[in-house]
Nanobody, 126 residues
Framework: VQLVESGGGSVQTGGSLTLSCVVS????????MAWFRQAPGKEREGVAG??????????KYANSVKGRFTISRDNAKNTLILQMNNLQPEDTGMYYC???????????????????WGQGTQVTVS
């Protein structure tokens, strides 16, 4: 399984970005998926997740992004999407897509339990 992120960039405070994560390889298995971010000097943290139930599944958000970020799936394109609105400087960091086979919700933000990771895409808000 390979995950490839795209869509990062530099935006001003209050701006928007849309991140995409394309899944290739074994796409027939069901995956729980999540977006993580890591700022310099900080631990990697989960920001939005989608358990493998239905086309969009059950979604989960970190408190810091609720109401601003939206996670969704385009199953036809094997793509996980993160729509980020009203971006703030504290949203700056490297954003990673991660996946794990099976149905998980409570542990969606447990980075150590994710099996597959993308290479990351940088988001800078100033």
């Amino acid at each position: 399984v390979q995950l490839v992120e795209s869509g990062g960039g530099s935006v001003q405070t209050g701006g928007s970005l849309t991140l995409s994560c394309v899944v290739s390889g074994d796409t027939n298995s069901g995956y729980s998926m999540a977006w993580f971010r890591q700022a310099p000097g900080k631990e990697r943290e989960g920001v939005a997740g989608s358990s493998n139930r239905g086309s969009n599944g059950s979604t989960k958000y970190a408190n810091s992004v609720k109401g601003r970020f939206t996670i969704s799936r385009d199953n036809a394109k094997n793509t996980l999407i993160l729509q980020m609105n009203n971006l703030q400087p504290e949203d700056t960091g490297m954003y990673y897509c991660a996946a794990r086979r099976g149905y998980y919700y409570d542990s969606l933000f447990a980075a150590a339990q994710m099996s597959y990771w993308g290479q990351g895409t940088q988001v800078t808000v100033s």
